[in-house]
C-alpha cells in the first residue's frame, strides 16, 4: 500500500493523516470544504513545527511528511487510493452515505475502514456491495499520541481484511486490539458510561466540575478527569456513543444523562467549540 485516503480533516481524520504521513505513506486527506481541509493540514504543520522546536524532528524530515498529503474536497480522489479510513462526523446517515459512494468509486480490492467510536460495522458494511473489505479502525484521541487502535471485526470481514488491517496499526506505531462488532466496542463500552456517570453526578450535585475530577484524578490515577475528557471528545460525540449504546442495548444503565443532552443542545460542545463544561480561550 502506498496510498492512504482518509475521509475527514477535523481531530480525528488530520491526526490519521499526519500518523500515516510520518510512518512514510501518501496521503489524500478529504474534506467536504477546502478551509476545512486547510484548517486540518494547518494543525498537522503546527504540531510537526513544535516537534521541531522541541529536537525531536529535523526540518527537513517536516517537509518531507508534508509533501506526502494531499487535500482534496472531491471523493472521487479516492480513486487513487489503496486503503480508505473514514473519519467523517460521528452521524450514521452521513456515514452510510460516504460508504455508498465509496464502494463505487474505489477499485473492488480496496478495504474500507471506519474510525466509528460505536456505530455497528455490520451496519455500515451493508451499505456497500464488499462488506468482506469493511473493518473498524477506531484509534484514540488526540492521534499522534495514543498508542491503541481498536481493529473492529464486522460479521462478514474477512480474515485478509483483518491482517491487512492489523499490520497498518503496526506499521503506524500503534498497538492493534481486537474487537467483536458490539455497540461502542471495546473501549467507549467502558468508558462512555464511565464519563455519563460524571455527567450525572454533576446533574445531581454530587460535586462541582473541579471536584469530581480531581476525585478521578487523584484517586483513581487518570492522567484527566472524565468531564476535561469529555470536552476533549466533544460532547456531542460522547452523547452519540450513549445513545448508541442505549438503543443498542435496550438497558436503562446506559440512558444519556439529561445534562449531556442540553449541552449539546446549546451547542456546547466541549473544546472545539471553546466551551463544555469547562470554558477555553485561545
Known amino acids: 500500500m502506498k496510498t492512504l485516503g482518509v475521509i475527514g480533516s477535523g481531530q480525528m481524520g488530520n491526526g490519521i493523516t499526519q500518523v500515516a504521513a510520518m510512518n512514510g505513506m501518501n496521503v489524500i486527506m478529504n474534506d467536504i470544504d477546502t478551509e ?29 511528511i508534508l509533501g506526502r498529503i494531499r487535500l482534496s474536497t472531491d471523493l472521487k480522489d479516492m480513486a487513487e487510493t489503496d486503503f480508505v479510513v473514514e473519519a467523517a462526523t460521528e452521524n450514521e446517515t452521513l456515514k452510510f452515505k460516504i460508504f455508498k459512494d465509496l464502494d463505487t ?31 473498524g479502525m477506531h484509534f484514540m484521541n488526540p492521534v499522534p499520541v495514543m498508542k491503541l487502535v481498536e481493529v473492529i471485526r464486522g460479521l462478514a470481514t474477512s480474515d485478509e481484511t483483518f491482517q491487512i488491517t492489523w499490520d497498518l496499526a503496526k506499521s503506524f506505531g500503534k498497538t492493534p486490539a481486537e474487537a467483536n462488532d458490539y455497540p ?35 484517586g483513581m490515577n487518570h492522567p484527566m478527569g472524565p468531564l476535561q475528557l469529555a470536552d476533549l471528545i466533544g460532547l456531542d460525540t460522547c452523547l452519540a456513543v450513549m445513545e448508541t449504546l442505549y438503543n443498542g442495548f435496550n ?32
Open 36 to 64: 476545512f481541509a486547510q484548517k486540518g493540514l494547518d494543525n498537522i504543520t503546527k504540531l510537526l513545527t513544535r516537534s521541531v522546536s522541541k529536537g525531536k524532528l529535523e526540518e527537513d524530515e517536516k517537509h518531507a
Open 184 to 218: 461502542a466496542f471495546i473501549a467507549n463500552r467502558i468508558l462512555l458510561p464511565m464519563i455519563n456517570e460524571a455527567v450525572y453526578c454533576l446533574y445531581h450535585g454530587v460535586g462541582k466540575k473541579e471536584d469530581i475530577d480531581t476525585v478521578m484524578k487523584l
Open 105 to 135: 468509486i474505489c477499485s473492488s480490492d480496496v478495504i474500507l475502514a471506519t474510525n466509528t467510536s460505536s456505530i455497528p460495522i455490520g451496519r455500515i458494511a451493508t451499505q456497500t456491495q464488499r462488506p468482506d473489505k469493511i473493518i
Open 251 to 282: 438497558d436503562s444503565k446506559y440512558r444519556p444523562c439529561p445534562l449531556l443532552k442540553k449541552y449539546v443542545e446549546a451547542g456546547w460542545l466541549g473544546r472545539k467549540t471553546g466551551r463544555g463544561f469547562y470554558e477555553y480561550t485561545s
